[in-house]
């Protein structure tokens, strides 16, 4: 039980409290009163305590936090399912949401010391147990825990749904800005008060210059980036992220994987309901199944496997075919660790005549471009905002250009598992451009669904010059099945239609809004492609296999490189060759070289085990005439010659 100084502080602590209600709902009492903080600022808060007395040593504690533009009211349910289970439960209104007073400093360091001292009074509050107290929420209500206890807070547990510890940085991610920071900004007065700074961000965001983007630049992650933080963050937590997050990328939390103590935490990445993702009942389920089993180990000291190593990181990968309201199918994994065993770095090179191929150009092509389209040079960002990014008047001041790239049709279902990533050599007319590469998964029927995205927005450029610049995309994990092909666009305005090739609307959450919203200034922007600069895009990828197919499982006795078949060939081909059994992996080399003895392209370059395999090469983007193929394979070496006819 509590000591009489404790008792007695608590009473102490009441004299801040500005007016109490108190209502009886059977299992437990109500009471809704004001909370003043350290400096003046009152909180409208609730507490909910089992009805009776409580166990030896006090009620265990769940404290519920908000998501942004939010308030206490939207976490009530929760607080009253947990008191009806005999929890004493806790919610408020952060401060600048609901009826709280002061104003927000936009899910910050401010908030996160609020929830300090909210916790501080409940541990002084006579009825709990300062043993047994967590703390869930999403989005702002599982940022500003995750902040706190790397920043002082002790507790039992936390559970953070949708968050980043680099939220602020998050939000203008490789130099874009995204429309739901437009969005979180802009709040009507009667949802969000926000402080002098915040207040700011929205006409910045519409003044569109770049001393207006620097100001953003400087002041988003000043208290609301703690990534270096939470290595101080010593108690246990349960994560639970979606890839889909319009607002948080998930690499936020994969990179706190390599920091926090590995015993003290367990990662769910995958669907969940909110910012933008697939709500899918299963999932749900069993994150709810998860939340309830973390809380008895960690809370109520109640044994389980919870924190089975092998679980330690559970991730749901999306997949065709669709299902209600275009949503993907998903199907659940297991690893532990991360990445997962069997993922592989991949590399896609953009080929002339739409292609993404795993080896890089070499023909004489130097680059490839599409257009900024922007009509009107007048034209304002709020404009372009205001009509959702469609329609007459939109098609009046901007187009949107793209570049498509397709993959040969995959051999097997591959896995994308992480974080994409992009090596571009660029060029621009402009002194700002963007691109964003969108990812695609095709099935062969042309229906089509974007899967994830990777944008980069160069501020700081100066026209006409050419740099080169790898950047990360949105984590997220997928399956591409067998038959289906990978499709690359990048363009100009990174929005998706409004219906998709099902007839659906393709994204419920963004509808026609861009994820980054774009640059506009008129340009022409190159990104370039041969010789040593070749551009790519670089996936994490278990189970690969492109264009090379194994035909027989006979074990042959020794290397070979058959003549390609047809041949002449118009414009694709097909190339066998042969590896034996030597105990190990192989690693096979095809390349292709002109009449003049120059590279073409590298169209094999791998680790093999025995079999019979067979490869194609598509000449669509190169000129008739004699080309040449050769084949290493340790100190085996083979050359063939083939005829393209156009």
Known sequence: MKSFLTILLAALLTLNLI???????????????????????????????????????????????????????????????????????????MRGQGVSEGVSNFIS??????????????????????????????????????????TGMQVNTIITDMASPE??????????????LLWTCGYASNIVRYNATVSRFKPWIYANTKEKWDSLNYYLPINRDFLSQINNCQIPILIQSTWQDKFFNTLGMIRSAYILPYNNYRMYYGAMDGHGSDYIQAEEDFKEQLLTD????????????????????TYAASSFPLGNRSYWSWNRYSSPTWPPA????????????????????????????????????????????????????????????????????????????????????????ADICQYNMQIWDVRSNGQEKLVTRINWTDRNYTANQTREK???GQSYSHIFKQGNKLRVKITNLDNVPLINSTGDTSDVFLRTNPFMLPVLKAATNRIFINNASKS????????????????????????????????????????RFLVPSTGKNNFVEIV????????????????????????????????????????????????????LIK
């Not at 009620?59 to 908000?66: E, M």
Request: include cysteine; hydrophobic fraction near 35%.
């Open 19 to 93: 007016t109490t209600t108190q209502i009886n709902a059977g299992a437990f009492t109500r009471i809704d009163f004001l909370f003043t903080l350290s400096d003046g600022v009152k909180l409208d808060c609730s507490k909910f305590i089992p009805i009776g007395s409580p166990p030896a040593g006090g009620w265990s504690c769940a404290l519920i936090t908000h998501g942004y533009g939010l308030s206490k009211f939207s976490e009530m349910p929760d607080a009253e399912d947990f008191a009806n289970d005999g929890f004493y439960s806790f919610v408020y209104s």
């Open 109 to 150: 360091t401010i908030e996160a010391n609020d929830l300090k001292q909210i916790i501080q009074y409940i541990k002084n509050d006579a009825n709990t147990n300062d043993n047994k107290i967590f703390v869930h929420g999403g989005s702002q209500g599982g940022i500003i825990p995750f902040m706190a206890a790397s």
């Open 167 to 180: 939220q602020g940085s998050n939000w203008i991610e490789n130099g874009g800005i995204k429309m739901t």
């Open 294 to 313: 973390w809380i008895d180990y960690h809370v109520e000291g109640i044994p389980n496997n919870v924190m089975d190593v092998n679980q330690k990181f």
């Open 342 to 429: 069997g993922v592989q770095s991949i590399k896609f090179y953009f080929h002339p005549g739409n292609q993404l191929q795993v080896s890089g150009y070499g023909g004489t092509q130097t680059d490839l471009s599409f257009t900024n389209d922007v009509l009107d040079p007048n034209v304002t960002m709020e404009y372009l905002v205001n009509t959702e990014f469609r329609g007459s008047l939109f098609d009046q001041k901007f187009r949107k250009t793209e570049l498509v790239f397709d993959t040969p049709a995959l051999l097997q279902d591959a896995r994308l598992v992480g974080t994409p990533y992009a090596y571009l050599y660029y060029s621009s007319s």
């Open 470 to 472: 790898y950047v990360n």
């Open 536 to 575: 790519y895009i670089e996936l994490p990828l278990m189970n690969f296999v492109i264009g090379i197919n194994q035909i027989t499982s006979e074990v042959p006795e020794k290397f070979n490189l058959n003549q390609n078949y047809p041949n002449p060939f118009n414009p694709t081909t097909k190339i």
């Open 592 to 643: 292709i070289f002109d009449i003049t003895g120059r590279k073409v392209t590298t169209l094999v370059n791998d680790n093999f085990g025995p079999g019979v395999y067979e490869t194609d090469w598509d000449a669509a983007s190169y000129s008739s005439g004699i080309y040449f193929y050769r084949m290493t394979a340790g100190g085996f070496s083979k050359v063939m010659k083939m005829m």
